[in-house]
């Protein structure tokens, strides 16, 4: 069985949504950055990061059998509070390079995106 490695790309990142009201601050983008954050800081900030990998090095006839993750949390606000890490799967083609006025597209794609369960 042929194993492969594949990093996440340099432009991987979060996109923020930022407001006085809780409402629009989880569904308006207000900025985009190349650092990883995830959740929600203060009151009305919500970070969704996402990680795009490139697939092309993995044949069209492939069988993914196992995918692994690693990352380290760093830092945290409250570290006494468990969260989740949900995979959503997103075609990136239309999003690349990531332009400011794509943010909202992108930031309302984590809501409804397929989900991995698996």
Request: charged content about 15%.
């Amino acid at each position: 069985m042929k194993s492969i490695t594949i990093y996440a790309s340099t432009d991987s990142g979060y996109i923020v949504g930022s407001s006085t009201d809780y409402a629009t601050a989880h569904s308006t983008a207000t900025n985009f950055s190349s650092d990883l954050y995830v959740g929600q800081y203060s009151a009305y900030n919500v970070y969704r990061s996402f990680l795009k990998f490139p697939t092309t090095d993995i044949p069209a006839n492939a069988v993914i059998r196992n995918a692994q993750f690693r990352g380290n949390a760093y830092l945290t606000a409250n570290n006494s509070r468990p969260f989740d890490v949900d995979i959503i799967k997103q075609d990136w083609s239309l999003y690349d390079p990531i332009v400011t006025t794509d943010l909202d597209t992108i930031f309302d794609a984590f809501l409804v995106g397929t989900k991995d369960v698996t």
